[in-house]
């Protein structure tokens, strides 16, 4: 065939954002669920890789998942001190829709293992059931295990971009 070129599909990531969260989720207050699911996913997936390295509980061996609220700043926080995130693994699976880290984290297990174990988000989609509610969301993160200088802040308003830096994250009980 003369002129055959295969090529790849462009989008409008921001209309394709909106049309997936308002089509898969027709309750508003779903998100909550969603994001309190990633948060306890993270303690599971801790719990399970201190297993073999009990120093990623960094001293803290209680592992806890948070909901608070500003009613003044209008700002509804979900706080974990689960496994956290490397910079490669925020821009790796928040940046990337659809990317689910906790079926990666399954794939990366035995199959007995993943079989028994009690992980939730295996699409990669839920994090963005935040954008329902949100004009803005916010990660503070750090990977269990790393300095607390390699702390990692992504934030988006869900219209296709969204700004990763470096900050200073300590592991605390918000």
């Not at 002129?3 to 599909?9: C, D, I, K, P, V």
């Not at 508003?28 to 399970?48: G, M, Q, V």
């Not at 700002?75 to 956290?84: A, F, W």
Request: charged share 30%; proline share 1%.
């Amino acid at each position: 065939m003369k002129g055959q070129e295969t090529r790849g599909f462009q989008s409008e990531v921001k209309q394709l954002l909106h049309l997936m969260i308002h089509s898969l989720y027709s309750n508003k207050e779903i998100f909550l669920r969603e994001l309190i699911s990633n948060a306890s996913d993270a303690a599971d997936k801790l719990r399970f890789r201190a297993l073999s390295n009990p120093d990623l509980y960094e001293g803290d061996g209680e592992l806890r998942v948070r909901v608070s609220f500003d009613k003044d700043k209008r700002t509804l926080t979900i706080s974990d001190n689960g496994v956290g995130m490397t910079r490669d693994e925020v821009i790796d699976h928040l940046g990337t829709i659809a990317k689910s880290g906790t079926k990666s984290f399954l794939e990366s297990l035995g199959s007995d293992q993943a079989k028994d174990s009690q992980l939730i988000g295996q699409f990669g989609v839920g994090f963005y059931s935040a954008f329902i509610v949100a004009d803005k969301v916010t990660v503070r993160t750090r990977a269990a295990g790393e300095k607390p200088e390699n702390g990692v802040f992504w934030e988006s308003a869900g219209e296709g971009e969204y700004t990763v830096a470096d900050i200073t994250q300590r592991r605390s009980w918000y």
